[in-house]
């Protein structure tokens, strides 16, 4: 039960983010804002630390290659990066205190890791042109504010379920 | 070093980056036609995705009436002026379309670049980590769509089909930084200028036009329209409007900047132009960009 209701957020926070990369990128003041909707990592780095690390993992490697297949066309980018978030986010947590706001400020930083990491790589293959500079001001902060917005709302929400023992999870490390 | 060894995660970890490279490795290789696993995943999840996207392009549709709404009142006072100058211009046109086929009858030519057959797609997903301009679209082989076919919009062209499945297919945008991707466009007129639309110029949001002979006098305002002739694309696609002459980086030929007359923001439904008369694989191809990079490399 618990299985597949993890597995179901994940497919539809999967579908969601093309739906709100349709929105993107935004005009604002004559410049272009790319705003690149990371749910599904977020909800992974939330289930490897308050559920299970492997189990993290092992979605981080199908719903990377589903993204990699669908979207990306280039195989093996994001179904690399995904269990690497994942792993990076539950060996950290072990150093902090697993409290709400510490988990969101975590999730936040390792999203604008995965997103350098993936500059990095579109800047390697060649699919991208553009500096450091404008990497940070025209991508990396709209994604951040944009995502921050998610965040913060999802962990709440999330946190609430995991309380009330909709899920039966024990709110401990594995 | 036994405990080298003995660290299994590490192991797992090497072993998964080599798995991943040579993937990577792979698709980077032959970027242009789907594999029949990487076929079945798009065509199911694709299903799976326009479940998601319809609702949302009904949604803003929705908030997009109401935008209309409200904005009506301007509209009508501007679309009026114009009404009258609109009807002149439909009764020439007509006279001209009429005409313009009573002489192809005389000379027997029945070819026409400009015909094509309008297939309408929605926009179900867009490529999500935006670093290349990449829509999907929920209609594919099954529905007569084919690589390399020019996608537009009713103010003009935004792209091409670059990969085909049965049931999707993903356009890549103008805007796209692909420095492959060419569109044969010119400058109707007494004489037609041609030029190839190369590139976008990502600070301006223009397209850039490029090798257009320089003994020929481009000026600013001028409409771009497809020429049709690789082989491809119908002729007669609007594309955009000259903003900017300069002379190209060698002195020989002139470039001009290009507004875009269609927007790349907020697509939703788009119409693939599938030509009628006979095809070729042409240089609005991705054929050539990958004789092109096998030459070089």
Not at chain 1, 45 to 70: K, P
Request: glycine share 8%; proline share 3%; hydrophobic share 45%.
């Amino acid at each position: 039960m618990i299985q597949t209701l993890i597995v179901l957020i994940a497919v539809l926070l999967f579908f969601l983010e093309p739906v709100f990369s349709l929105f993107s990128p935004i005009s604002y003041g004559g410049e272009l804002y790319t705003l690149v909707p990371r749910f599904v990592i977020v909800y992974l780095i939330f289930i490897a630390i308050y559920y299970n690390r492997r189990r993290a993992i092992i979605c981080g490697i199908v719903f990377g290659l589903l993204y990699d297949m669908f979207y990306i066309d280039i195989i093996g980018l994001y179904a690399f990066l995904y269990p690497l978030i994942c792993y990076i986010a539950a060996v950290l947590i072990r150093y902090v205190y697993r409290h709400i706001l510490t988990v969101m400020l975590l999730t936040l930083v390792l999203i604008a890791l995965l997103e350098m990491l993936s500059y990095g790589f579109a800047s390697v293959i060649g699919l991208t042109t553009i500096g450091l500079d404008e990497f940070m001001t025209s991508r990396l902060v709209p994604t951040m504010v944009a995502n921050a917005v998610f965040v913060v709302m999802f962990d709440w929400l999330m946190k609430k379920m995991i309380d009330s023992k909709i899920f039966g999870l024990r709110n401990e490390s594995f | 070093m036994p405990r080298f060894f003995s660290n299994k995660r590490l192991i797992l970890l090497l072993v998964g980056v080599i798995v991943l490279v040579a993937l990577i490795s792979f698709s980077l290789r032959d970027r242009h036609n789907a594999s029949l696993p990487e076929q079945i995943v798009k065509d199911v999840v694709g299903f799976g995705q326009s479940l998601f996207s319809k609702p949302a392009h009904y949604i803003t549709g929705i908030i997009g009436n109401v935008d209309g709404i409200l904005n009506t009142y301007e509209e009508n006072k501007k679309l009026k002026a114009r009404l009258s100058e609109y009807a002149a211009t439909q009764a020439e046109l007509a006279d001209v379309g009429e005409e313009n086929k009573q002489l192809r009858e005389i000379i027997g030519k029945k070819d026409n670049l400009r015909e094509f057959e309008s297939i309408h797609a929605t926009v179900i997903a867009r490529n999500p980590d935006q670093w290349e301009e990449k829509l999907i679209i929920d209609k594919g082989k099954n529905h007569g769509i084919e690589k390399n076919m020019a996608v537009v919009t009713a103010n003009g062209l935004i792209g091409k089909v670059v990969l085909v499945t049965p049931s999707t297919s993903t356009v890549e945008l103008l805007t796209t930084e692909n420095q492959n991707f060419r569109v044969s466009a010119f400058i109707p007129g007494e004489e037609p200028i041609y030029g190839l639309i190369e590139g976008y110029d990502r600070l301006r949001g223009e397209l850039v036009m490029k090798r257009i002979d320089s003994s020929y006098e481009v000026e600013v305002g001028e409409q771009i329209i497809s020429s049709g002739l690789g082989g491809i694309f119908p002729k007669g696609l609007p594309i955009g409007e000259i903003t900017e002459v300069s002379t190209d980086d060698h002195g020989l030929t002139k470039l001009a900047y290009i507004r875009p007359a269609a927007q790349f923001s907020m697509l939703d439904h788009v119409i693939i132009a599938k030509r009628k008369s006979a095809t070729a694989d042409g240089i609005d191809g991705g054929g050539t960009a990958g004789t092109e990079e096998e030459e070089a490399s």
